[in-house]
Antibody
């Protein structure tokens, strides 16, 4: 069974930093691209960042570019999101999502999410 | 960037109803569209990918259609467990935008 477990969320002041982690199990982590998606309270889903299986390709949403860094450690079956210079509008539940490995992309497994609250 | 517009934003329905949700893309995305269901306080769950392919384990009352710029998610007979918010997502190009969501309620 595929499991994705996020951790590292919490309360942080504006301008602060947090590092989110996503521990993967139940599949060969090194074979799948991964993503971070967030959801502000009461709002819709917003894609945040993508990393390919080998880390050779990385994308960011414009809203986080230059502040967030995605990375992965295939030996540890783990995905990370380093978030710096946090803003009020970064408050959200952050999900890690596995990208399916078919011809058409899709996010076929999601973690339970970790809440990040940016507040003075 | 490609934008997705879902309609309606809210849908009031009853158990047994046939319901449809439309997702329009700002430019052609072939069949690179997925649909997700999200229940309150839970992570999204993949229902359909490649516009019309049912994800394993998803009930057959869910179906998807469309290509290019217009797509539809249909629930043939609404069940109590289907009351949730539904999102479309394009995966033709990055950033892989989501629609704004459609809340299906009683």
């Amino acid at each position: 069974e595929v499991q994705l477990v996020e951790s590292g969320g919490g309360l942080v002041q504006p301008g602060g930093s947090l590092r989110l982690s996503c521990a993967a199990s139940g599949f060969t982590f090194s074979r799948n691209s991964m993503n971070w998606v967030r959801q502000a309270p009461g709002k819709g889903l917003e894609w945040v960042s993508y990393i390919s299986s080998s880390s050779s390709t990385i994308y960011y949403a414009d809203s986080v570019k230059g502040r967030f860094t995605i990375s992965r450690d295939n030996a540890k079956n783990s995905l990370y999101l380093q978030m710096n210079n946090l803003r009020d509008e970064d408050t959200a539940v952050y999900y890690c999502a596995r990208e399916g490995s078919g011809s058409y992309a899709y996010f076929d497994d999601w973690g339970q999410g970790t809440l990040v609250t940016v507040s003075p | 960037d490609i934008q997705l517009t879902q309609s309606p934003s809210f849908l009031s329905a009853s158990v047994g109803d046939r319901v449809s949700i439309t997702c329009r893309a700002s430019q052609g995305i072939s069949r690179y569209l997925a649909w997700y269901q999200q229940k309150l306080g839970k992570a999204p769950n993949l229902l359909i990918y490649a516009a019309s392919t049912l994800q394993s384990g998803v009930p057959s009352r869910f179906s998807g259609s469309g290509s290019g710029t217009e797509f539809t998610l249909t629930i043939s007979s609404l069940q109590p467990e289907d009351f949730a918010t539904y999102y479309c997502q394009q995966l033709n190009t990055y950033p892989p935008a989501f629609g704004q969501g459609t809340k299906v309620e009683i």
